[in-house]
T-cell receptor, first 113, second 113 residues
Framework: DTEVTQTPKHLVMGMTNKKSLKCEQH?????MYWYKQKAKKPPELMFV???????INESVPSRFSPECPNSSLLNLHLHALQPEDSALYLC????????????FGDGTRLSIL | AQKVTQAQTEISVVEKEDVTLDCVYE???????LFWYKQPPSGELVFLIR??????QNEISGRYSWNFQKSTSSFNFTITASQVVDSAVYFC??????????FGKGTRLSVIA
């Protein structure tokens, strides 16, 4: 069992749908991350939140909208996605940024029809 | 810019064989952090080890061992007496101070019974 919980585990949506991915951690970590991972590729960083403030946005299209309601929760709102956005979306958290190990959730497997 | 190279894309070994996964990194910083993660077929990335640039001591944890050599910019990972449960994709990663984690492309290890 991972200490970072992601829901849902699987999501199928159409290109006009709006959905949200959720991530929760109760380790008291102050940095939280969203990654996108395509098959047979390493994870690609999308967003970093540090102390509930967005600190890094890796030029992610605006159809992905992150939100950090509090120090334990991280959401990723999805709207008007494209088929190429189908991937595994991983959430992670760490005690501090950059020098601390990140703890990952199981991911959400997203398919865009 | 920091960079991580995992030259071995895929490795297959027979159970009980020893296997070494190579990782070569590039950085101009004197302070940096190296990590290994395991990603089994289920998808989550599991943190295995962190090493900072000032600590070249090798580490052993059960059947796992790591060899950090600054002279060759390498941080290799050895699994002794491999088991089927070791089958996974293994990522080496690097972060400099206040920079995001950079992953290598990963090595897919298959341990055959």
């Amino acid at each position: 069992d991972t200490e970072v919980t992601q829901t849902p585990k699987h999501l199928v949506m159409g290109m006009t749908n709006k959905k949200s991915l959720k991530c929760e951690q109760h380790m008291g970590h102050r940095a939280m991350y969203w990654y996108k991972q395509k098959a047979k590729k390493p994870p690609e960083l999308m967003f970093v939140y540090s102390y509930e403030k967005l600190s890094i946005n890796e030029s992610v299209p605006s159809r992905f909208s992150p939100e950090c309601p509090n120090s334990s929760l991280l959401n990723l709102h999805l709207h008007a996605l494209q088929p190429e956005d189908s991937a595994l979306y991983l959430c992670a958290s760490s005690q501090g940024y950059s020098n601390q190990p990140q703890h990952f959730g199981d991911g959400t497997r997203l398919s865009i029809l | 810019a920091q960079k991580v190279t995992q030259a071995q894309t895929e490795i297959s070994v027979v159970e009980k064989e020893d296997v070494t996964l190579d990782c070569v990194y590039e950085t101009r910083d004197t302070t940096y952090y190296l990590f290994w993660y395991k990603q089994p077929p289920s998808g989550e990335l599991v943190f295995l080890i962190r090493r900072n640039s000032f600590d070249e001591q090798n580490e052993i944890s059960g059947r796992y061992s790591w060899n950090f050599q600054k002279s060759t910019s390498s941080f290799n990972f050895t699994i002794t007496a491999s088991q089927v449960v070791d089958s996974a994709v293994y990522f080496c990663a690097l972060s400099e101070e206040n920079t995001p984690l950079v992953f290598g492309k990963g090595t897919r290890l298959s341990v055959i019974a």
